[in-house]
């Protein structure tokens, strides 16, 4: 059996001189980012085995951050989901929610927010400084079609990380009354006002009081606003 080559780029599990590693909350996928995060293997295969493993270790770090925006995007969208209605006012016919479970939510969508902005940006931040890719932003390279240089390519690459960070800490948190509110206003619109039936961007229907879900906030639209870099 012939050994791997020398150039392949390594994937290291375990890093215990790293002192910032974060092991991911979520589950997630390296090559759900390989479109902004990774270099052509063309261009990967000129670059010192050194370099190699950095760019492996901050594609990671790129998903880790990605997984976590994705993660606090899908909270936001459970907001109604989480009003959990109390059982003792359905003989009066008032409908309450229990704020305590509401309340729980919300901690839960803060600490989300909290570990993409103070934990997982500041990791890849740390594996980008140290990608070693300073004396080789002039060469030249072929990415999503148009040539650029690794620089180019770097600056697109933080072009979308920040991007992600920036929707985090654009993120309010949901209050109580108002998602309640927000809620009811959307379950009691008459059924007159809304006779065309809501679809998501799959094209499936989408149950009365739930968001049609914005394909730009789950990552779609970075791809976009990079091709046009």
């Known amino acids: 059996m012939s050994s791997p080559s020398r150039y392949a780029p390594l994937r290291r599990t375990s890093s215990t001189s790293d002192a910032l590693f974060l092991a991911p909350p979520h589950s997630h996928d390296p090559s759900h980012v390989s479109h902004v995060a990774a270099l052509?293997?063309?261009?990967?295969?000129?670059l010192p085995e050194t370099v190699q493993e950095q760019l492996w270790d901050l594609q990671e770090s790129t998903s880790i951050v990605y997984a976590s925006y994705i993660r606090l995007q899908e909270l936001l969208d459970e907001r109604f989901d989480r009003l959990v209605e109390m059982p003792f006012g359905r003989k009066t016919g008032t409908v309450n929610y229990s704020e305590?479970?509401?309340f729980n939510y919300v901690n839960h969508l803060d600490a989300e927010r909290r570990y993409l902005v103070e934990d997982a940006h500041p990791d890849w931040k740390h594996k980008a400084s140290r990608a070693?890719?300073?004396?080789?932003?002039?060469?030249?390279?072929?990415?999503?079609g148009k040539e650029m240089t690794v620089a180019d390519w770097f600056?697109?690459?933080?072009?979308?990380?920040?991007?992600?960070?920036?929707?985090?800490?654009?993120?309010?948190?949901?209050?109580?009354?108002?998602?309640?509110?927000?809620?009811?206003?959307?379950?009691?619109?008459?059924?007159?006002?809304?006779?065309?039936?809501?679809?998501?961007?799959?094209?499936?229907?989408?149950p009365a009081g739930r968001e049609v879900v914005n394909s730009e906030r789950l990552g779609l639209g970075i791809s976009k606003a990079l091709g046009e870099i």
């Open 40 to 46: 052509p293997a063309s261009m990967l295969l000129q």
């Open 100 to 102: 305590g479970a509401f």
């Open 132 to 144: 070693g890719l300073q004396q080789y932003g002039n060469l030249l390279l072929t990415f999503r």
């Open 155 to 206: 600056t697109q690459l933080q072009t979308a990380e920040a991007f992600w960070i920036q929707a985090a800490k654009e993120t309010e948190l949901p209050d109580f009354e108002s998602t309640i509110l927000e809620y009811q206003s959307q379950t009691t619109t008459p059924s007159s006002e809304c006779s065309d039936e809501a679809h998501d961007f799959s094209g499936a229907a989408v």
